[in-house]
């Protein structure tokens, strides 16, 4: 069965840094979205991708962030300047229509 | 806003014994809702849907849920869990006019079946 697969598992990173979160969406999803999780609370909507622009973002979603798919596979979230409030378990999800999000196992940031 | 609320926390069951997971809603338009089942180490997965028509679905391991639009709520059931279901399971709705698809997620009810 067809997977959505995060890349790294676990990410730790120095307050400040940039760091890059990695997804491979199943092949032949058109849409793409961004979660995270931040330990002990919900899971929260971060962004949603859909033709090659951001269909909807959240408050979370500020300058600091931004999406990518660079080259018709991956799909990346970058985070310019990390802060240790963004510490949370980030998940990609995809999808072939709309609502039906089918989500990856996540990547772990941690913010030191 | 719309906000999802699911008000067990942990329920701990023993095999064959009969589940129900309660959720609420609050949005005033038309939803469709989800329920998704994390497994441990595992990903998020479709556990069920609900779009529109029957309001009792059907979902993969013998889970259903039934959307009674009067309480605004989504419960979860199953007839008889097995330790298998050990899992961590979410509500979420997308509001039918939500361009987009935004998953608002409960705070999720983890589970635990004593074999």
């Known amino acids: 069965e067809p997977e959505v697969t995060q890349t790294p598992s676990h990410q730790v990173t120095q307050m400040g840094q940039e760091v890059i979160l990695r997804c491979v969406p199943i092949s032949n999803h058109l849409y793409f979205y961004w979660y995270r999780q931040i330990l002990g609370q919900k899971v929260e909507f971060l962004v949603s991708f859909y033709n090659n622009e951001i269909s909807e973002k959240s408050e979370i979603f500020d300058d600091q962030f931004s999406v990518e798919r660079p080259d018709g596979s991956n799909f990346t979230l970058k985070i310019r300047s990390t802060k240790l409030e963004d510490s949370a378990m980030y998940f990609c999800?995809?999808?072939?229509?709309?609502?039906?999000?089918?989500f990856g196992a996540g990547t772990r940031l941690s913010v030191l | 806003a719309q906000s999802v609320s699911q008000h067990n926390h942990h329920v701990i069951l023993s095999e064959a014994a009969s589940l129900e997971l309660g959720c609420n809603y609050s949005?005033?338009?038309?939803?469709?809702l989800f329920w998704y089942v994390q497994y441990p180490g595992q990903h998020l997965q479709l556990l069920l849907k609900y779009f529109s028509g029957d309001p009792l679905v059907k979902g993969i391991k013998g889970f259903e849920a039934e959307f009674i639009k009067s309480k605004f709520s989504f419960n979860l059931r199953k007839p008889s869990v097995q330790w298998s279901d050990t899992a961590e399971y979410f509500c979420a709705v997308i509001p039918d006019n939500n361009a987009g698809n935004m998953l608002t997620f409960g705070g999720g009810t983890r589970l635990m079946v004593k074999p």
């Open positions: 949005y005033g338009g038309t939803v469709n």
């Open positions: 999800a995809s999808g072939e229509i709309k609502n039906i999000q089918y």
